[in-house]
């Protein structure tokens, strides 16, 4: 047990840091090395740790293949938030916003903006960076506790749309199909119940404590760093104009991912299963490149249509746009690392062989359980299911054939489950969401924390019950 105890250390000192503000691109590798040395200690074995090698044979080759495979992303994301930003388009969304649905509604517009674009197959990541500045704006205009505006991004990009609600394109509704042999629509009845469950739960949350904030006295709050965007009403593009990008990332990826590049064209793309090239499929980057050729395509249809508004001018607000994605992956990156690193430990097979046999035969409860603790330890919630069902996949649907569960419901199960402890102090997706809205753990992650941790674990329970009634 003093193997586990040393991975127990390492994440406690790890999450510590990460809320008291440390860079995780710092901290991360030296953790990863405490777990490491922690574990051959415990372990009696001294000879067993190999600090550099792990460093750059686990730790480091995890951070680059997952900023090869995410780099764009977050590049491009962070390009079209700016240049949505820097033209005005997302102040004349914010304006229309704010007119139309009425003082009072900006937390709910922020959530359905966010939940509209991960439910389209926008990645959470671009979301972030093209929904803060139209967010930012909208709080600063009702002069609600900017404090609040990371929580109100995280519910709508993080939760529901991710998990609960069937047909979500995102990663987290994706990876049980291999799996279990389902498809995104699993579970139906039980996804819309959860999703709309967590949905009014979070809005109750956000909007009570708004409201308290705002009785008190407290505002926007005075934000000296905060680089927005203030452009002149009267020399903002339209509303039909400034939606037209957004409208462009969405329809190009449905159309590119649904439509060219799919196994039904996978015989034009023979090419890349050449294993002395690209060594490749078309299902594997089909995804990539819809999305990258679809933001590519949305920031140059706002640069061309903003041109004239821009007054850094265009090369300047590329560059800041750039800028801006560098932190962002190496945030991400390094918890990629550092869960590849701790993973690799002897305590974290103890640790897994214990989960397995949680949950009394129930494959709902344990599947649930065993995901989000994993995605807990990893920091992420596709890389915490895919270890959990790599490992129990099959003992799962055994459990499930001896209790006439259908594979449906613990797909469902799963991927709400996976939604819940991911999202803790030291995840990347929460280190990027802050560091894009410019705030710190200490102002912004209570609330952040209740809205993608405690919300969901406890929807994970109810659907848990309702798909062991029959639920499906």
């Not at 394109?169 to 389902?182: A, D, E, L, S």
């Not at 802050?434 to 929807?459: F, N, R, W």
Request: one cysteine or more; a neutral charge; hydrophobic letters at 50%.
């Amino acid at each position: 047990m003093l193997e586990v105890l040393a991975i127990v250390i390492s994440l406690a000192l790890l999450i510590y840091l990460a809320y008291k503000g440390w860079s995780v691109v710092l901290v991360a590798p030296v953790l990863a090395t405490v777990g490491v040395v922690l574990t051959g200690l415990f372990m009696g074995q001294p000879g067993s740790i190999h600090i550099m090698a792990t460093y750059t044979e686990v730790f480091m080759k995890a951070l680059g293949g997952y900023v090869k495979s995410y780099f764009p992303f977050f590049m491009l994301g962070a390009i079209f938030g700016t240049v949505m930003d820097y033209s005005g388009s997302a102040k004349s969304i914010a304006n229309w916003i704010f007119a139309h649905l009425g003082r009072g509604k900006e937390v709910l517009a922020v959530v359905v903006a966010c939940s509209l674009l991960t439910y389209g197959g926008v990645s959470m990541f671009v979301v972030v960076f093209a929904i803060y500045p139209i967010g930012a704006i909208l709080f600063r205009k009702a002069d609600i506790p900017k404090r609040f505006l990371p929580a109100s991004i995280a519910a709508g990009a993080f939760c529901f749309t991710m998990t609960c609600f069937p047909g979500s394109p995102q990663i987290q509704n994706t990876i049980p199909m291999r799996f279990f042999g389902t498809d995104a629509f699993a579970a139906p009845v039980l996804g819309i119940i959860a999703g709309i469950l967590e949905f009014i739960l979070i809005m109750l949350w956000l909007n009570r404590r708004v409201k308290n904030a705002m009785a008190k006295g407290e505002g926007y709050g005075d934000h000296a760093n905060e680089k927005l965007a203030n452009i002149e009403d009267d020399k903002l593009p339209s509303f039909g104009t400034a939606l037209i990008p957004i409208i462009v990332v969405i329809g190009l990826n449905l159309i590119l991912s649904k439509g060219v590049y799919i196994e039904a064209h996978a015989a034009a793309f023979q090419y890349l299963e050449n294993p002395d090239t690209y060594n490749t499929k078309i299902a594997t980057v089909a995804g990539t490149w819809s999305l990258i050729i679809a933001l590519i395509a949305g920031i140059a249809v706002c640069l061309f249509m903003n041109m004239k508004r821009f007054e850094k001018g265009p090369v300047e607000t590329l560059k800041d746009g750039v800028q801006g994605s560098f932190l962002a992956i190496m945030n991400t990156a390094s918890e990629v690392g550092y869960g590849n690193v701790i993973s690799s430990l002897a305590g974290y097979a103890i640790l897994t062989e214990a989960l397995t046999s949680l949950g009394g035969g129930n494959p709902l409860i344990s599947g649930a359980l065993f995901t989000t603790i994993l995605a807990g330890v990893t920091g992420s919630a596709s890389g915490g299911m895919s270890i959990a069902l790599s490992t129990i996949g099959e003992p799962l649907m055994q459990q499930a054939d001896k209790m006439g569960i259908s594979y449906q419901v613990l797909h469902r199960c799963v991927a709400i489950a996976s939604g819940g402890m991911d999202s803790l102090p030291h995840n990347g997706g929460i280190i990027t969401l802050l560091m894009a809205c410019q705030m710190t753990h200490k102002e912004s992650y209570a609330d952040c924390g209740m809205v993608t941790v405690v919300i969901p674990l406890i929807v994970a329970v109810i659907a848990v019950i309702l798909g062991t009634m029959g639920v499906c």
